[in-house]
Nanobody, 119 residues
Framework: QVHLVESGGGLVQPGGSLRLSCAAS????????MGWFRQAPGKEREIVAA????????FYADSVKGRFTISRHNAVKTVYLEMNSLKAEDAAVYYC????????????WGQGTQVTVSS
């Protein structure tokens, strides 16, 4: 059974940084594209960043380009999201998800971790 467990969320001041982690189990990690999504109250869930199996290909939403960095460590089945220069509008519940490389469906999701940006 696939499990994704996010950690690293919390309260940070505007301009601050956080590093989110997502530990995966129950899957062949290198067969999956990994992604980070977020959902703020009253808004739809949106993709933030994604990374292919090798880390050689990444995607970022325009709103986070230059501030967030996605990476993965296949040996420990973990994907990270380094978030810098955080803004109030980055506050949301952040979720990690996986999809098979050849699929367009994000098939498994974590439970989410809250990121609050406030002074």
């Amino acid at each position: 059974q696939v499990h994704l467990v996010e950690s690293g969320g919390g309260l940070v001041q505007p301009g601050g940084s956080l590093r989110l982690s997502c530990a995966a189990s129950g899957l062949t990690f290198t067969s999956y594209y990994m992604g980070w999504f977020r959902q703020a109250p009253g808004k739809e869930r949106e993709i933030v960043a994604a990374i292919n199996w090798s880390g050689g290909s990444t995607f970022y939403a325009d709103s986070v380009k230059g501030r967030f960095t996605i990476s993965r460590h296949n040996a420990v089945k973990t994907v990270y999201l380094e978030m810098n220069s955080l803004k109030a509008e980055d506050a949301a519940v952040y979720y990690c998800a996986v999809r098979r490389t050849a699929s367009t469906v994000w098939s498994y999701w974590g439970q989410g971790t809250q990121v609050t940006v406030s002074s």
